[in-house]
């Protein structure tokens, strides 16, 4: 595997232990918590190897991302119950292949738009986060 010592998903840092919790390894990516709440639910999936865009992985390799992404979707839907699941795929400024599910609930925070990266407000306890990530994994 590639490192690139800039990145906080390679180098499995602080910067990344400070946004999210790992829940599971998969297939061929790590899926996590976000520690931040806003979206209940709020995962992120990441790729194995430090690549910067979905072109760059081969045939086998993609869907096997995108059944990693279809699985973690599927449980936090199972999960939480969401109106919509919102995906996204961004890395402006952290080049790893990651993809954002984020869970939306109507009449609830950014309903009917875009996804607020990092809104600040709704954090949790240590033990909600164990029931979150438990909950995750039964469904996973």
Known sequence: MELNKDCMYCMEDERRDNLMIEIAKLDVST????KEQTYTG???VVY??????LFELDQHELAAFMN?????????DKSFHP???????????LHHLHMHIVPKYENKENWGSTFEMNPGKTYL????????IETIKNAL
Do not use: P, Q, W
């Open 31 to 34: 899926v996590f918590l976000f």
């Open 68 to 76: 990693d992404v279809k699985k973690v979707a599927a449980a936090v």
């Open 83 to 93: 109106s919509k699941i919102n995906y996204g795929a961004y890395g402006d400024t």
């Open 48 to 53: 194995k190897n430090h690549v910067k865009e």
């Open 42 to 44: 709020r995962c992120n």
């Open 125 to 132: 306890t240590d033990n909600e986060y164990s029931e979150m």
